[in-house]
Structures are given as C-alpha cells and as structure tokens.
C-alpha cells in the first residue's frame, strides 16, 4: 500500500516570502501521479498542481513549483512571494497509473503573517 | 460552471442515531467518490462510483456505512447507527472518470456525534 508523509504539520511565513512543504511518499510503483491540494479555512479543497511521474521536468502554476525527486520519492512544493489568501491546510497526494483512489498525507498547516 | 454541491453543511446527532448525506456532482462527471476526513488527518478514500456502479468500496464499515448512487448522478451516503468516532467531515468529490482526472471537491459535511 502506498503512503505519504508529510512531516510538517504547521508553518508559517512573512507575506511575500518563499517557503516549501516537504511531502515524502513510499510506493513499489513506476507510473503513479502526484498531487498538492489546498484547502482553506472553511473552504473547499481544490487542486493547486500535479506531477506525472513519468515527467522529468517539475511542473509550475505560477507562483507554485514542485521539486519531484523521483529516486528519493520526495515532492516538496515551493509557493512564492506569498500571499495571505495562501493561507490554508495543504495536503500532498498519490495517485497509482490506472487506478483513481488518491491516498493523501496528513497536511500541512500554513500561515501568512501580514 | 456549477461545483460538487453538499448538504447538509453541518449535522449534529446523538450516537446510535442515523444521518444521511447527499452529494450532487459536476454536470457530466461520471465518477464521484466519498471521502472520511477525521480531525487533523487527510482524506481517506470511503467509495468510488462509475456512473452507478460501485469501483472500489473496501474502505467502506459496510456494517453501519451504506452508499447509493441509484441513477448515476447524485448520491448519498448514509450512517446507521452512528458511533463516537463517526464525526468527521465527509467530502464528496467528482471527476470526469479519464485516467487521473482531476478531482474535484464539494464543501463537504461536518458531522458530530455525541
């Protein structure tokens, strides 16, 4: 079965800084996907980026980047110049090629400090 | 475009009573799953629908946990009886059902047993 470890469950950081969530996972598998979901106080969860394994380049949604280090199955995720609507709960995710179940980490809790 | 709708938001019920949660997906959206999301933990994975029938229902208590999605589009998702440990948000989520398709999040429902 596969998991995901994410070993920071908060942080925070001055508004317009640079700061990166680690997120670690165990899987047998060769063709999986990769995910960061976000989900705000009291708001719905929704996809900030995902990252095909199979992709060598990291995947970037403007201001969010991920470091994908395949052999070391590490997924960190770099928001930059952040702002305080990044404010929210943040949870790393799997997904097996073929199969659609998202196994999800325990999140991580990020502040903006104005 | 509408979003995954939820209701309702919030329910309180006394343990060994019944709830019911209902789930309406995005138009067209022929996969919706059912997610458990206890306090400080990501969400776990409780039934994945194709159209009306059941993919994967493993992590499912089936002895109090029931799911329906009669006509292949909404679905509910019923607890009967409720336990302590029940209370939880419940998360419903849609996709189109294309490989790794991206999941889209209802509001969920928070749920408290006491």
């Known amino acids: 079965a596969q998991t995901v470890t994410q070993s920071q469950p908060e942080m925070s950081v001055q508004e317009a800084e640079t700061v990166t969530l680690s997120c670690t996972y165990d899987?047998?598998?060769?063709?999986?996907?990769l995910f960061w979901y976000k989900q705000p106080p009291s708001r719905q969860m929704i996809l900030v980026i995902r990252?095909?394994?199979?992709?060598?380049q990291n995947a970037t949604e403007n201001r969010f980047s991920v470091n994908f280090q395949k052999a070391a199955k590490s997924f960190s995720l770099k928001i930059s110049d952040s702002q305080l609507g990044d404010t929210a709960m943040y949870f790393c995710?799997?997904?097996?090629?073929?199969?659609?179940?998202?196994?999800f980490g325990t999140g991580t809790r990020l502040t903006i400090i104005p | 475009e509408a979003g995954v709708a939820q209701s309702p938001r919030y329910k309180i019920i006394e343990k060994r009573q019944s709830v019911a949660f209902w789930c309406n997906p995005i138009?067209?959206?022929?996969?919706l799953y059912w997610y458990q999301q206890i306090l400080g933990q990501g969400p776990k994975l409780l039934i994945q629908?194709?159209?009306?029938?059941?993919?994967?229902d493993s992590q499912l208590p089936k002895d109090r946990f029931s799911a329906e999605r009669l006509k292949g589009v909404d679905s509910t998702l019923k607890i009967q009886p409720a336990k302590l440990e029940d209370s939880a948000v419940y998360l419903c989520?849609?996709?189109?059902?294309?490989?790794?398709?991206?999941?889209?999040f209802g509001p969920g429902t928070r749920l408290t047993v006491l």
């Open positions: 989520a849609s996709s189109l059902g294309l490989e790794s398709d991206t999941q889209y």
């Open positions: 899987t047998s598998e060769n063709n999986y996907y």
């Open positions: 990252q095909e394994a199979y992709k060598q």
């Open positions: 995710a799997f997904m097996n090629f073929g199969n659609e179940k998202l196994t």
């Open positions: 138009s067209g959206h022929a996969t």
């Open positions: 629908f194709q159209n009306n029938g059941v993919v994967d």
